[in-house]
């Protein structure tokens, strides 16, 4: 299910009473206030608050409710502590059941709420900058393909070119006493054969990319490439990029191209 679908069952999501825990939390090690895994400690701050406001309350279930989702919640933290990226974000409850978890790669703001449903104004504030988008790398041997959301690589993929030069690759040029002859004419038309193969190439990625957007369930996509090859991909697109980068970065961790491609248009 993408974060578009489940941000509407989410919605939708009540418990009839306080029931649901809401948590956002910062594990950013790159943000200087994180020093030191800092963000177990905000962990730790935010819901012992919860905790206490819920204990003043006097409401033994409430608080015997809350106390399980803290549990669950922690565990499910400190499971993954060694593979955190930015950002942590969890829905959790009991009746009806709902546990739902989020770790994200871009910016979150810690924060815990204890409500009678999700709290979802910032994951969707965060959803709209980094929706689920599809980045296009077209080169000359291939097209790679990032499916991302909230700014972690889903699915990292090719598609590659064969030129199919085998058939007309071999043909020999001759003059009129039988001598082999190679000149300017034989080599703008081999670089002619390979672009006009190249552009239907694109045209057919760009069909299948169209597919993808649609089963994915993009709602951007992003084309970044030689100036050259990134435009001729673009053009076969009937509906224009969000963005269009020209930098070849088809060798690039997917981290670095997220970074290249998404970071910089925030």
Known sequence: MTLSKELQVLKQYHSGE?????????????????????????L???????????????NENELKLFKE??????NEIDN????LHKGVVIF??????????????????????WEDHPVLEELEYMHKAYPEAGIILPSFGEVRILDTAMGLVKEDFFYRFDPNLEEWGEKKNMDADGR???????VDFLESRLKENLKRFFKGMGTNV???????GWIEIHVAGETELAIAFAETLREKPASCIYK???????????????????
């Open 248 to 266: 070849n970065l088809n060798n690039s961790k997917p981290s670095e191209i997220i970074n290249q491609v998404l970071e910089n248009l925030k």
């Open 92 to 113: 959790a409850s009991k009746n009806p059941e709902l546990w739902s978890v989020h770790y994200v790669q871009v910016p979150v703001k810690s924060s815990f709420h």
């Open 69 to 74: 989702m803290k549990k669950k919640v922690l």
């Open 210 to 216: 169209e597919r993808l957007k649609k089963e994915r």
């Open 80 to 83: 993954n502590k060694d593979d």
């Open 180 to 186: 082999h002859v190679i000149g300017s004419s034989k």
């Open 18 to 42: 306080r029931g649901v825990l809401s948590v956002y939390l910062n594990t950013n090690p790159g943000d200087p206030d994180q020093l030191n895994g800092a963000w177990q400690i905000h």
């Open 44 to 58: 730790k701050n935010g819901l012992k608050d919860l905790d206490k406001y819920l204990t003043d309350s006097k």
